[in-house]
């Protein structure tokens, strides 16, 4: 049994029963069918986001830094199309169809992610004579080995330059010592397998617009204005997002690993498939909310006999088309978003000079711009979480929990090489406990840990609150990026634990997750909250759209940054381990660095600008119904009943 299912399974009993109490006794039957379709749609993304970057740099051989621009791609064109869907909802499907519509793209796009094609190879010519490296196992499992006349051979980086060919006979066709420039190295793709995880991508991406952006809305619409059980609801909603999330990470990382990428990928496709099926089927219980604003006008024929909802689905062929190019072609995207930045800046530059009537309003629109700067700098550390952190987990990261075997009520506890050690073979995997953590599944962390201090930090802002001590939004955001810097000083800091394979203890990682999940709790439940309070009623669209395109940066940005982190590999393995160490925590302390800097300028800020909000907290002053609270890593949670409009979820 995999020790991570076991905790898994211990930590869901004791934070979901009560959730599920909830959900039977107090809530619409409706928020039930959202709670599972929306958990099953972050399983299905979570798990692909777990083991994506290892798919990249090791079954298509993607450099570092290619790997890690290209998930930055995708990951910040995720966050700018839910703006599309959003739109589309709003003013021809509808939510409910819009929702079912990007549920199956996603199903679609997730198991269009099983088809792994053939692996890249990568081969080695010297003296006219080609080598083929030969890979066995995934993620840290890993293994590279260079065939010589049909015998494997690990290999290494020669002290002073140079590739060594570890035990290689004297007599062998090839020198154990390979100088530098001496050969040359080569990558056969599959043009058909590469060409299909583009695809997928498009479809993912494409059906997360449609999707994302619309099932929170239908949560609020559940409920009457003024229904004290909103918050409460949306609470339980998120919760379910972490559940899917935790458990991506942790079954997907697992499959992918011992059974393979298509099995990782599969079972996200098939949690998608489940979730269409949940909201399909659960329609009645909705209570015949997110329907079309105008059904007359979605069913009217327009080209022929096609009416406008059927041009809308078929329009996605060539968007996908358009994905499709775009997410190959990073370059492009960074640009898209530089345009998007000066084009958003000069506009919020023009609210706040012209469209502004009162002191009051610039303050609170000029807040509302310190915070979004605030949430591009805290998502950026954040989410190196897929990239420049998954990459050290499975390279310098001792991942056992365990120092040596033992048991466990009297099963055997520990590594297999532990086990073999204590002369306790392993037998069938349910007859002894596995203490191994895969790569993938750390990122189990960050949600675990949120379905853990969330009720926690929700009664403490409420007991703050009470006695008015609750921190002010920029105070928060402060702290934040403190505890993201410092989750990454962390990992610095214990560079003297490496051991002699260079890794680190996991407990070093797993401090940094619980000091970047504390951080997201103290910014992630502000967030759209504040903006849409302070914002001008008038362009309270446009600072969502901002919103979502400072998430987006964030990824795009970090992305580029996992990519300085990144080392030399062959065949997808690491040359030299001390090297991928010292890179990593190159980058880490810089990211720290940032991270503590951009905490203690916002904390002094906080003391010179929290009256710029002008009452808005406390209520007096113009400003929407209070916002749901966020609780994981979501960060759009929108309250959308109050923002019909927008449809930003």
Known sequence: ????????????????????????????????????????????YYGMRTILIFYLTQHLLFDDNIANSQYGSYTSLVYLLPLIGGVLADRYLGTRKAVAFGALLLVAGHLAMAVEGEPTRETLTYAGQSYEFATEGRMDDR????????????????????????????TASLPAVLADGSYQLA????????????????????????????????VGQLYPQGDPRRDSGFTLYYYGINLGAFWASVLCGLLGQQFGWSY????????????????????????????????????KPVVGPLNREWLIYLSTLPAIAAIWWLVQREAVVGQVLSVAIVVSLAIVAYVIIRVCQTRVERQRMMLAMVLIFGSVVFWTLFEQAGTSLNLFAARNVDLSITGQA???LGIPMGTPDQLAAAGMAPGAWWSWIDTRFGAAQVQSFNAGFILIFAPIFAALWAFLGRRNMDPDPTM?????????????????????????TFRLPLMVLGLLYLLHTTGELFLSPVGLSEITKLSLASVVSFMMAVWFLSSSIAQFVGGWIAGLAGTATLGGQV?????????????????GYWGLGAGAVFIVLSFFIKGWAHGVETGHGPSPEPIAPTVDGERQAVNPQTLRDDRLS
Request: proline share 6%; glycine share 12%.
């Open 187 to 218: 990558k056969t793709a599959d043009p058909v397998g590469i060409n299909v995880f583009y695809l997928a991508l498009s479809l993912i991406i494409l059906g997360v617009g449609f999707l994302k952006p619309n099932i929170s809305t239908i």
């Open 406 to 408: 033992s048991t466990f």
């Open 575 to 591: 040359l030299d381990p001390a090297a991928a160490l010292r890179s990593s925590l190159e980058v880490f302390q810089m990211l």
């Open 143 to 170: 293994q590279v080995r260079l065939m010589v006349e049909g015998e494997p051979y690990a290999f290494a980086l020669k002290e002073g330059g140079g590739l060594q060919i570890i035990d290689l006979p004297a």
């Open 1 to 44: 049994m995999n020790i991570v299912v076991v905790l898994g399974v211990i930590i869901t009993l004791l934070t979901g029963l009560p959730v599920l109490l909830q959900l039977l006794r107090n809530h619409p039957r409706g928020l039930i069918v959202l709670f599972f379709a929306e958990m099953w749609e972050r399983f299905s």
């Open 264 to 299: 990782g990928f599969g079972l996200a496709g098939i949690g998608m498939a489940l979730g269409w099926v949940v909201f399909v089927l659960g329609k009645p219980l909705l209570q015949g909310k997110g329907e079309p604003p105008n059904p007359e006008l979605l069913a």
């Open 476 to 500: 928060k955001f402060g702290l934040a990026l403190l505890q993201a810097g410092l989750g990454f000083m962390v990992v610095v800091w214990s560079a003297g634990f490496a051991d002699p």
